[in-house]
């Protein structure tokens, strides 16, 4: 008897689907961790509390009270006594550009965290006095005005009195760059330099520019594209921190939204290298986004040929780094960029539609989950118009989402309740939230998104925030704004009833965003047979004041059973601690990444 391939492929899979669940048996064999003494958030209905859980194999294998899981206790089993701490499952980020930031780290000085302009200003001098010749300062995003104490932007001469001789980049969000006199002379821009369509360069007296996008970013993305790169070996150190940083939040898992100037496959080649070593320690599921306006469909009809979807490249790490789809750019002609400074771009309807039509259609037809980027009501009526029209004609019933949607309205969020797809929320609003409010009004600002109503909607939803440029990457911070409806500067944004509570805020941010790569049945809760993701804060997210939440960080973070970030008192339980970050005059070795405020944790 002989099996033809499909059915012997069809028969392997059958085998590891059974052996998934013989190994979940909590009767087979001792547990390899067992945490104790824990206040256990499960987010699994059937049991949405416990004291204790056990690990085997990476999994969740008994969930509930000390003494049930002590029945799995084995002579090698470890113990965590997690001394009454809140335990949450792994946080996963439905949108984050986690791959191309990888490539950065290590050369930005993160404001992400800074509680003021004079503070983030001294980090910037003394990072201009140890940055060698040739290289730059670079604050990329993650970062608003009014969290520092100020409130205001940096001007230029503040850049060219911290910095005098180093060139300085420092970008708002994808509103606004700013470069300092060393800058300028760096990039050669002189009064008759040309700007890309849709922005413009302002020269300051004193010397310096003030970048201006109005409303298109490209001016930004030209400059970041200038600068220079890291070397290989930087580039591995730069990925391994980043990541880490990551964990320090307890973030485990990570839908990549692909992004703007990050070219598949030449920029993912050194991520993709270090998950192939089991080295990436966040399981990363990756959208896949054309660079180039007008010939995007080029790429997605290569990308469906020779991309394999679903296929695990981080050997013993389920779900580990996995490409997923496309987006969150589809096409360029789309792309309706968040810059609250200006008025919304306007887009050319006739390329919108054939080119969106083109590219849906070729991936549809190749089963891609796809994703695509909207702000405002009136784009997520053009892009649902198409997809409607395609999917029909198609008969596709697969995964798709809309990225942000801040602006959408009740209709058009029946509509994509009506199409089958979900939507993918994060706290940009929480950066930009002060320049919205001034340009459309309180009002608007107080459905931007529509938190209330998305839930109630039923449409999936997953929580994110879209870092590292127009936000940071710190998951609480996008907790702290869906819970208390604040920017990080404090400013109201929602009404009590457009809030959500903090187990609905979570929801999101665990198995809410799991859904986004398919995996809302593996991870996302505490729960026997669950991916064993899962992080011990550093405060009780449940008890701790609305603006404590902004301090929480976690003090143990596990992925699938492994311990990837350990703070004090689990600090014992760390691997290896990571090399210093490369190269030496790397921010990340003298400032590391997010700012926590002093005397703020625990
Ligand atoms: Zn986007």
């Not at 033809?4 to 669940?21: E, G, P, Q, W």
């Not at 008890?543 to 311990?563: A, C, D, F, M």
Request: proline share 5%; net charge neutral; glycine share 8%.
């Amino acid at each position: 008897m002989h099996f033809s391939k499909a059915l012997t492929r069809h028969a392997t899979k059958l085998f590891a689907a059974m052996a998934i669940v013989v190994g979940m048996s909590a009767q087979d064999g001792p547990a390899d961790w067992i945490v104790t003494n824990a206040k256990v958030v499960t987010l699994d209905e059937r049991r949405p509390a416990a004291s204790s859980f056990a690990v085997r194999n990476g999994r969740f294998v008994s969930v509930g009270s000390d003494a049930a899981t002590a029945a799995l206790r084995g002579p090698k089993t470890r113990t965590i006594n997690a001394r009454g701490r809140t335990v949450i499952p792994g946080l996963n980020d439905s949108h984050l550009h986690a791959v191309r930031e990888g490539r950065f780290y290590n050369l930005e000085l993160r404001w992400d965290g800074v509680t003021s302009l004079q503070q983030a200003l001294t980090m910037l001098r003394e990072q201009a006095a140890r940055t060698p010749r040739g290289h730059w300062v670079r604050v990329v995003g993650g970062w608003s005005p009014y969290q520092f104490t100020e409130r205001r932007l940096p001007t230029v001469e503040e850049l060219n009195d911290a910095a005098p001789d180093t060139p300085v980049l420092v970008l708002f969000l994808y509103s606004r760059g700013f470069l300092n006199r060393a800058g300028v002379d760096a990039m050669n821009i002189t009064p008759e330099t040309k700007a890309p369509t849709g922005s413009r360069f302002e020269l300051v007296r004193g010397g310096g520019a003030v970048l201006h996008c109005e409303p298109s970013p490209a001016i930004l993305y030209q400059s970041v594209a200038k600068l220079p790169p890291m070397s290989t070996e930087e580039q591995a150190s730069s990925i391994l921190h980043w990541y880490r940083e990551l964990n320090r939040f307890g973030l485990t898992s990570a839908v990549d939204a692909g992004g703007g100037g990050h070219a598949y496959p030449d920029d993912y080649a050194a991520g993709e290298a270090l998950a192939r070593q089991n080295k990436v320690n966040l399981r990363l599921s990756m959208y896949l986004f054309a660079q180039k306006a007008d010939v995007e469909l080029q790429d997605y009809q290569k990308w469906t040929n020779d991309v394999k979807l679903d296929v695990d490249l981080a050997p013993g790490r389920p779900h580990g780094y996995v490409y997923e789809g496309a987006g969150e750019n589809l096409v360029a002609a789309v792309a309706d960029f968040e810059n609250f400074l200006a008025d919304s771009p306007a887009l050319s309807d006739e390329k919108l539609r054939s080119q969106l039509k083109a590219v849906t259609t070729q991936l549809v037809r190749n089963g891609w989950p796809i994703r695509i980027h909207a702000t405002y009501d009136a784009t997520i009526t053009k892009v649902l118009d198409v997809f409607e029209e395609v999917f029909k004609a198609e008969n596709f019933r697969g995964r798709w989402f809309i990225d942000h949607a801040e602006g959408i309205s009740d209709q058009n969020l029946q509509r994509v309740k009506r199409l089958g797809g979900g939507i993918a929320i994060q706290n940009r609003m929480a950066f930009s939230g002060e320049y919205y409010v001034e340009r459309y009004g309180k009002e608007a600002a107080g459905s931007a998104p529509p938190l209330r109503k998305m839930l109630a909607s039923g449409v999936p939803l997953g929580a994110g925030t879209d870092a590292t440029r127009v936000s940071s990457f710190n998951p609480w911070l996008s907790l702290y704004w869906m819970v208390s409806g604040k920017t990080v500067g404090g400013t109201e944004l929602y009404a009590k009833d457009d809030r959500l509570t903090r187990e609905q805020a979570l929801r999101l941010f665990t198995v809410g965003s799991a859904w986004f790569s398919g995996d809302e049945q593996v991870k996302g809760r505490i729960a026997p047979g669950q991916l064993a993701d899962f992080a011990i804060l550093s405060a009780d997210y449940f008890s701790v004041s609305e603006e404590q939440i902004k301090n929480i960080e976690s003090v143990l973070t596990v992925l699938g059973g492994e311990v990837v970030y350990a703070a004090a008192p689990f600090q014992a339980l760390a691997g290896p601690p990571l090399p210093s970050a490369l190269p030496a005059w790397s921010p990340v070795a003298h400032f590391g990444g997010y700012q926590t405020a002093p005397g703020s944790k625990r």
